[in-house]
T-cell receptor, first 116, second 116 residues
Framework: GAVVSQHPSRVICKSGTSVKIECRSLDFQATTMFWYRQFPKQSLMLMATSNEGSKATYEQGVEKDKFLINHASLTLSTLTVTSAHPEDSSFYIC????????????FGPGTRLTVL | AQTVTQSQPEMSVQEAETVTLSCTYDTSESDYYLFWYKQPPSRQMILVIRQEAYKQQNATENRFSVNFQKAAKSFSLKISDSQLGDAAMYFCAYRSLVFGNEKLTFGTGTRLTIIP
């Protein structure tokens, strides 16, 4: 298999502050990464596709100015939640497809964000 | 756009018995991938099994097998000899083969409980 890490695993912040979440592919390169949001007892909803060296592609209804995505290298994508509000509290998960065959996606362990 | 439907929010099964989780999907594409993912309480997404639509043979992985009915757009997961460690949320997912459209579309999930 392959390993994708996320940092931090948990973060608590105050309303109005910004929070950065990192997603790293540890043993493979990923030109594309995906960011999902998961509310309690619900499914994963794709927020955006992160593209190395170019702008991210956001899903309909996702505010690109609020959820800033930067894919700085072939192993790192970051999601910054700007001016966070309590309704942004959620579980954020990233995934990265590994080249070859079915290009299986490997998931990070997720980041739980709590905005007070 | 593709949609994935899981009509069973919750299922339970006696340990060592067999259980089948249902999934239907809608697409106009002829080639695609279908997946079953497991999300245990740790929230880490784990790939259980994958099916390529162009393959008629149903995929199997040890105690896990699928019943893929392409014409009916049905993709059920059978878990044989259920074990306590199988308790988790199970998500059915669709992925296009169109270049640049690798995102996963998830169903709403089925929570599986194993009864000792």
């Amino acid at each position: 298999g392959a390993v994708v890490s996320q940092h931090p695993s948990r973060v608590i912040c105050k309303s109005g502050t910004s929070v950065k979440i990192e997603c790293r592919s540890l043993d493979f390169q990923a030109t594309t990464m995906f960011w999902y949001r998961q509310f309690p007892k619900q499914s994963l909803m794709l927020m955006a596709t992160s593209n190395e060296g170019s702008k991210a592609t956001y899903e309909q209804g996702v505010e690109k100015d609020k959820f800033l995505i930067n894919h700085a290298s072939l192993t790192l994508s970051t999601l910054t939640v700007t001016s966070a509000h309590p309704e942004d509290s959620s579980f954020y998960i990233c995934s990265a497809p590994k080249s070859g065959g079915a290009r299986e996606q490997f998931f990070g362990p997720g980041t739980r964000l709590t905005v007070l | 756009a593709q949609t994935v439907t899981q009509s069973q929010p919750e299922m339970s099964v006696q340990e060592a018995e067999t259980v089948t989780l249902s999934c239907t999907y809608d697409t106009s594409e002829s080639d695609y991938y279908l997946f079953w993912y497991k999300q245990p309480p740790s929230r880490q997404m784990i790939l259980v099994i994958r099916q390529e639509a162009y393959k008629q043979q149903n995929a199997t992985e040890n105690r896990f097998s699928v019943n893929f009915q392409k014409a009916a757009k049905s993709f059920s997961l059978k878990i044989s000899d259920s074990q306590l460690g199988d308790a988790a949320m199970y998500f059915c997912a669709y992925r296009s083969l169109v270049f640049g459209n690798e995102k996963l579309t998830f169903g709403t999930g089925t929570r599986l409980t194993i009864i000792p």
